[in-house]
């Protein structure tokens, strides 16, 4: 019996969201990891920044101060591996490599920036330890803050994936500023041509491969899981995967495009952090379903951090 069981630390650095994932190891191979902890803070990391190119002082200290934590509950734990990635916000700021530095200096977390087609990768390996994808191609849609990776894939291949820079944070700074009430008609027509043009590779790729449904991860997928249900869960209490009923989402657009901020707050199942995002989420989700003519939503509360657990286990 080995006596001291591996535990590893996942660190998920986004741009809206930082994931600490913490397990432990089997010592008999073909048992799944024990998780011993699963937990985010909104970190909001490209709030004031992402779309001039640097993460803005408070973000910059929130994201410290965030690390320091998830470093005393990897203590706690008797971790002996820490893994940690950063994502879109940090691979564009002229200021990331200092917060690497500092987070180092700090914590001796060493985070590894990673490309974007390495994210869509990790992505599409947490989400297929969430849901069976089968045989069938189905459209992986994963909306951070900064980037919006999609993958059309099944359980066994890719056959094609991309991270396009269109994540919630720079949507809103794009077409929803100042963020106070209700987004005008003519600023979701705007999203809605900005996305054709942006979005014209994927096009072509969903009208190649026909992905016959959507399968979403992260933020927004999570709060739109929720909204459904009414309640905001932890990390801990969503299922692997939920089906989003189309007509559960069709509302929830509805309400977020007629209300105020207060309003969309006070929504049940919301995420406070997520009350602006989420608008311009879920054109861009809605943008996806209507323009690919997919109806079937799955959410996978799975992602990123489960994808880096998933290749460690392999490894």
Known sequence: MHPHPRRLALIDMGTNTFHLLIVELPTT??????ELLRTKAGVRLGEGGISKGEIAP???SRALHTINGFKEEIDLHSVTEVKATATSAMRVSKNGPQLVRDIFEQTGIQVEVIAGAREAEL????IRRAVDLGPEL??????GGGSTEFIIANQTTIFWKQSFEIGAQRLLDKFFTPFDGIMPAASVAAEREYLAGVLAPLTAAVAEFRPVSLVGASGSFDTLADMQLGVVRTEAEQPPVTELALASFQSTLRHLLSLKHEQRVALPGMFPMRADMLVVASILIDYVLTTYGLTRIQTSAYALKEGLLAELLLG
Not at 123 to 126: D, E, N, S, V
Not at 138 to 143: A, K
């Open 138 to 143: 189905h459209l992986l849609m994963d909306v």
């Open 29 to 34: 191979p073909g048992q799944p990891p024990h």
């Open 58 to 60: 408070a973000a910059y």
């Open 123 to 126: 992505i599409c390996a947490g």
